[in-house]
Structures are given as structure tokens and as C-alpha cells.
């Protein structure tokens, strides 16, 4: 039996002080967001499968942080352009009112997206291509120092966590997804931190997440989680 950390939902968001209704938009948003990860991406509908896309990469495939970030990452780690506005950009109706909502409100939201791989990969021993992030999705929202292959070195003291920081948390999260679990919310630092699995909705997802296309450790089953988000966020 694996053991699963102390997770915190409600209590810690109402010791945080953080109104119901930020909850309400980022869930908006992960609705957006669950979207985008469920559509086939037309570069992999022309090749038919991700394993031909690893072993021949034409343009860079949208998959991972590739569908949501502008920096692209693809088989390595994530770096954002620092001078950037932000590194998401809309494109849907939805997403888009979405995004002014939480521009309108305040809001600070940073985004990681973690895949099954974390789970063979310990943080005394981290996976760069297991855990991509953070990336900004709010304008205003303040990038930490540190990233793999990078140094911001005009990061603000309070900035997001950076990636040593949330590897621990995304391991955690996607031990709990493994398990059937369906999200959590808890206080980390000044960040309020969401989890949320990103499911195997259909065969194809179970097709594409398969052992010979990523390798040991990323067996899914259909509706099972293949991997999952996190939102770190919070109202300046």
C-alpha cells in the first residue's frame, strides 16, 4: 500500500482567506483547460500516433506544455521567454473570458503540467521531461528565479513556485490521480495550489500515453489519469 500525504482542501483555502469565487474561475479555467488536452492536435492526426511523432518531429507537436505555453519545450525542459506579457494566449471565445476575468479580478496564475513518467522519478533523482512549469498565465504574474536550463534574474522575492519547489507536490498529486483520486486545493506559501488529473477520456489517449511512446512507468487505462495540472494562484 502506498502512503499518501496530508492533503488540505477547503480548510486550507478558508485559512488563506481566498473568496469562493477565485476557486469558481480557475475551475472555469481547468474546464478550458481539460479541453484543450482532450482535442488530438492536427500535427498528430497527420502521423497517426505520438510514437511516430518522437521518432520524427517535424513541426513541434502541441502535446504537454506545448498546448498551452508559447515557449515551446518538446522533449526538454520548459523555458519561458522572460520579457513576455504572459506565456498562455487564448484561443477560444471561452478561454478568452476566462483569461479577462482573471486579469479583471487580480488574479495570479501560474500553471505546471506533469505527466505518469514523475512517478518512477523521485526528487532526489528529478525527471526534467516529467514535470514542465511554471508557466504565466495571467499577465502580471511573477515567474520565479530558477527553472532547469534557466535563470530569471529579475524575479520579484514572491514569485511562483519554481520547479524544485513543486516537483515534490506534483509527485504527490499524481500519486493520489494513480489512485482514483480527483484533485485537492492547498495553501503553499502566499499560493493557493490546485490539482487537477488530466483523464484518458478515450482509446486514443490510452493509444498515444502507451509504454513504447514514453517508456517505463506510463501504462494508463481508459479513464485513468495520464498525468495532471497544477495551479498555483492567488489575488494581488
Not at 103 to 127: H, K, M, S, T, W
Not at 151 to 177: K, S, V
Not at 194 to 214: K, M
Request: hydrophobic content about 40%; overall charge positive.
Amino acid at each position: 500500500m502506498r502512503l499518501i500525504p496530508v492533503l488540505f482542501s477547503a480548510l486550507a483555502i478558508a485559512g488563506a482567506n481566498r473568496p469562493p469565487s477565485d476557486l469558481d474561475t480557475i475551475e472555469q479555467f481547468n474546464q478550458a483547460v481539460q479541453i484543450r488536452f482532450q482535442s488530438l492536435p492536427a500535427n498528430l492526426s497527420s502521423h497517426g500516433s505520438l510514437s511516430t511523432l518522437v521518432l520524427n518531429l517535424p513541426p513541434e507537436p502541441a502535446l504537454g506544455m506545448n498546448r498551452m505555453a508559447s515557449a515551446r519545450s518538446f522533449g526538454r525542459p520548459y523555458l519561458p521567454e522572460f520579457d513576455a506579457k504572459r506565456d498562455f494566449e487564448p484561443q477560444t471565445d471561452t478561454e478568452r473570458k476566462i483569461l479577462a476575468c482573471m486579469e479583471r479580478d487580480g488574479l495570479q496564475v501560474g500553471f505546471y503540467v506533469f505527466g505518469r513518467a514523475i512517478l518512477d522519478a523521485a526528487p532526489q533523482a528529478p525527471n526534467f521531461r516529467a514535470l514542465k512549469g511554471p508557466a504565466a498565465i495571467t499577465a502580471g504574474t511573477p515567474r520565479p528565479r530558477s527553472y532547469p536550463t534557466g535563470d530569471n534574474r529579475n524575479a520579484a522575492p514572491d514569485a511562483l513556485p519554481d520547479w524544485n519547489a513543486i516537483y515534490p507536490l506534483a509527485r504527490n498529486a499524481m500519486i493520489t490521480f494513480a489512485d482514483g483520486g480527483s484533485g485537492y486545493d492547498m495553501a503553499f506559501g502566499s499560493w493557493i495550489v490546485s490539482a487537477r488529473p488530466v483523464i484518458a477520456a478515450e482509446n486514443r489517449c490510452v493509444a498515444c500515453h502507451s509504454p513504447s511512446a514514453f517508456g517505463k512507468g506510463t501504462s494508463v487505462t481508459l479513464h485513468g489519469a495520464v498525468g495532471g495540472v497544477l495551479y498555483a494562484w492567488r489575488v494581488k
